[in-house]
Every structure is written in C-alpha cells, then in structure tokens.
C-alpha cells in the first residue's frame, strides 16, 4: 500500500463548480498536510498547509483534515478556467521527507 | 526577483552520457533538494542539502550525485544515463520554519529523456 494515495483523474467541471479533491494516507502519526498546484510544465508551488484534524481556508480554497479517517481533502469554489491544473497532496513526514501523492489533473471549463 | 532557476530546461541524452543539472536560488534558504517526477508517481526525492558543503541521500539517489559548494547553488549530476532515469527534474529550495522545514520553492523543471 502506498503511503499517499491520489486519484490521478482527469476531472473535468464547469466554471462556478465546487471541486473536492482528495487524498488517502496510510500512517496515523502523519501531522503535516500540504497541497500544491502545478501548471502544465511548471514546478509546484504551495497553496495551503495544515497541521493536525480540521479545516483551513485561504479565499476560495478549504483544506480539510480527517485524522480518524485518514483522508485530506481540498475544495475549491466557485471554480475558475484558471484553476485548470494539478493539484498534489503532500504530507512532511519528518527528516526532511516529504511524500507527495501522484497528483489529479483538473480541468475547468469555461 | 527569480526565485529557483534551472538550467537545462531540456535536455537528450544517449545511454552512458553524463551530465550536469544546475540548480541556483536567490532567496537565501538553506535547504535545497532534488526531485525527479515520472507519470503516475508523486514526487521523489533524489538528494537534499540542508546547507553550503552538505549533501545527504533521499529515496532514489542511485545514479545520481550531487554537490553545494555555494549556498545558492545546487548541482545534480548523473554519471552514466540510463533510460530509466528519463524525467522530469525538480529543484527546490526552503528554509526552516518554525513547525517544519518543508515549505518548498521549487524550480520550472528539466525535462531528460536518455535514448
């Protein structure tokens, strides 16, 4: 069983959508839960951290924590063409190591 | 303000070539990594830095060696490329954070292919 599991979609939604991205981890003890948005031949960058269980929200984005289910997920509402993108879970595992999920390819459109 | 700059962009190779990725940041972080990114997989971590002079393994660094010899630089290189090691390279740089040091800045790529 891999440690971060993503579903590598593609998604496809309508511009305005609410989008639910979502991932699956394996080790309980994990604490640290990124997400990161990579644009077609770019490098990722950092949207949003949380640390723990519970929500953490940055204008149209919501990062969610289920420690008892062990499952991350990222909402996006009011979904932009601009939004188009792949989303990765990531989660710091300490030592320097971070384990990045396989990313979902989401596409929104106009 | 260029951040993390990567030099090839692209790059073939032919089996058993060698060659050199540079990785330069400009925004004084001390720790800098190497990534590589194939289809279907999360990132991976190949070597990492946590400053000038350091250099420490991460999950794939056979085939691969790497160097810091300045704080702003960091060098991969492959010594015999094989087909396998035919992707997309990362790097990134960071600096510590008071509750963990992975908030990562990274670099546009280097697409390999090794034919």
């Known amino acids: 069983q891999k440690e971060v599991e993503q579903d590598p979609g593609p998604l496809s939604v309508p511009e305005g959508a609410i989008v639910s991205l979502n991932c699956t981890y394996s080790?309980?003890?994990?604490?640290?839960f990124m997400w990161y948005r990579q644009y077609s031949r770019k490098g990722p960058e950092l949207l949003m951290y949380?640390?723990?269980?519970g929500n953490k929200e940055d204008g149209r984005f919501t990062a969610q924590v289920d420690k008892s289910s062990k499952y991350i997920s990222l909402f996006i509402r009011d979904s932009q063409p601009s939004d188009s993108a792949t989303y990765l879970c990531?989660?710091?595992?300490?030592?320097?190591?971070?384990?990045f999920g396989a990313g979902t390819r989401l596409f929104v459109k106009a | 303000n260029a951040g993390v700059t990567q030099t090839p962009k692209f790059r073939v190779l032919k089996t058993g070539q060698s060659m050199t990725l540079l990785c330069a940041q400009d925004?004084?972080?001390?720790?800098m990594y190497w990534y590589r990114q194939d289809p279907g997989m999360g990132l991976r971590l190949i070597h990492y830095?946590?400053?000038?002079?350091?250099?420490a393994k991460g999950e794939v660094p056979d085939g691969y060696n790497v160097s810091r010899l300045k704080k702003q630089n960091f060098l991969l290189g492959l010594e015999s490329a094989a087909p396998s090691q035919t992707s997309v390279y990362f790097c990134?740089?960071?600096?510590?954070?008071?509750?963990?040091?992975?908030?990562?800045?990274f670099g546009q790529g280097t697409r390999l292919t090794v034919v």
């Open positions: 990134a740089s960071s600096y510590p954070d008071r509750d963990f040091n992975t908030e990562a800045f």
């Open positions: 080790n309980s003890a994990f604490q640290y």
């Open positions: 949380t640390y723990s269980s």
């Open positions: 990531a989660i710091y595992t300490g030592g320097f190591k971070t384990i």
């Open positions: 925004m004084n972080h001390e720790y």
């Open positions: 830095s946590v400053g000038e002079g350091t250099t």
